[in-house]
C-alpha cells in the first residue's frame, strides 16, 4: 500500500508501482473481471485528493490514468475533476470520514468537448468509496448521457481474515445507505 501511495521504484522491476500496475491490467487485460472497462476507450479521469492540489504534489491517480493511456488503456487522460476545498483526509479520520456529499460538495468539473461517452474515474486506494461515490455523481452530472464507472488499484480488506491475495481483482459495487458508503467486497 505505500508503495502505491507514494507511487515509489519496486525493488525487483525497477519501475514505478503505477507503470507496474498499468503493465500488470495491459499484460492480463483479457483474464481480468473487469476488462471492459479499460476495453470501452474510455476518458480516464483521475480522482482529486482530498487536500487542494498544488503544482508539484504528488497526485497518485493521476500517474495511474497516464501510465493506464500510455498502454493504450483509455482514450487520454482528462484531469477535469477538481476539488475547490479541501475536505478531511479519509485515512486519518478515524470515526469522522468525509461523508459522500462532502465529496461532491467539494468538488467541481471544467467541461470535456465533445463530451464523452465512457469515463472511467481512477483512483488508487478505495476503502469505502465515499470519495469515488462523490466524484461519479459530480461527472454524472455534467456528463449525463456518459456511461461512468470507476477503478481503484487496491482496495483495503477488513477483517484481515477476509484477506486472500495482494492480487485479487474483483469488481464490486459502491452504495450509499443514508449518508454512509458501503463497498462490496
Same mark, same amino acid.
Given at each position: 500500500?505505500?508503495?502505491?501511495?507514494?507511487?515509489?521504484?519496486?525493488?525487483?522491476?525497477?519501475?514505478?508501482?503505477?507503470?507496474?500496475?498499468?503493465?500488470?491490467?495491459?499484460?492480463?487485460? /483479457?483474464?481480468? #473481471?473487469?476488462? +471492459?472497462? %479499460? &476495453? !470501452?476507450?474510455?476518458?480516464?479521469?483521475?480522482?482529486?485528493?482530498?487536500?487542494?492540489?498544488?503544482?508539484?504534489?504528488?497526485?497518485?491517480?493521476?500517474?495511474?490514468?497516464?501510465?493506464?493511456?500510455?498502454?493504450?488503456?483509455?482514450? /487520454?487522460?482528462? #484531469?477535469?475533476? +477538481?476539488? %475547490? &476545498? !479541501?475536505?478531511?483526509?479519509?485515512?486519518?479520520?478515524?470515526?469522522?470520514?468525509?461523508?459522500?456529499?462532502?465529496?461532491?460538495?467539494?468538488?467541481?468539473?471544467?467541461?470535456?468537448?465533445?463530451?464523452?461517452?465512457?469515463?472511467?474515474?481512477?483512483?488508487?486506494?478505495?476503502?469505502?468509496?465515499?470519495?469515488?461515490?462523490?466524484?461519479?455523481?459530480?461527472?454524472?452530472?455534467?456528463?449525463?448521457?456518459?456511461?461512468?464507472?470507476?477503478?481503484?488499484?487496491?482496495?483495503?480488506?477488513?477483517?484481515?481474515?477476509?484477506?486472500?491475495?495482494?492480487?485479487?481483482?474483483?469488481?464490486?459495487?459502491?452504495?450509499?445507505?443514508?449518508?454512509?458508503?458501503?463497498?462490496?467486497?
Amino acid at each position: 500500500m505505500r508503495a502505491l501511495k507514494d507511487d515509489e521504484v519496486l525493488p525487483n522491476s525497477q519501475i514505478l508501482t503505477s507503470e507496474f500496475i498499468a503493465n500488470l491490467i495491459r499484460d492480463n487485460l /483479457n483474464s481480468l #473481471p473487469f476488462s +471492459n472497462f %479499460f &476495453k !470501452a476507450k474510455p476518458i480516464l479521469v483521475p480522482t482529486p485528493r482530498s487536500s487542494l492540489i498544488r503544482p508539484g504534489t504528488l497526485w497518485v491517480p493521476q500517474r495511474l490514468a497516464n501510465a493506464l493511456a500510455q498502454r493504450g488503456l483509455g482514450k /487520454n487522460v482528462e #484531469p477535469c475533476l +477538481n476539488r %475547490f &476545498k !479541501a475536505v478531511r483526509k479519509s485515512a486519518t479520520s478515524q470515526g469522522d470520514r468525509p461523508k459522500a456529499f462532502e465529496h461532491y460538495n467539494s468538488m467541481e468539473v471544467q467541461k470535456i468537448f465533445p463530451e464523452p461517452s465512457e469515463i472511467l474515474l481512477i483512483d488508487d486506494i478505495v476503502t469505502r468509496g465515499a470519495t469515488l461515490l462523490g466524484a461519479a455523481n459530480k461527472l454524472a452530472d455534467a456528463f449525463p448521457r456518459a456511461h461512468i464507472r470507476v477503478f481503484a488499484a487496491m482496495r483495503t480488506i477488513s477483517p484481515p481474515d477476509v484477506f486472500r491475495s495482494l492480487f485479487d481483482p474483483c469488481v464490486g459495487n459502491i452504495e450509499l445507505r443514508g449518508i454512509d458508503t458501503f463497498r462490496r467486497p
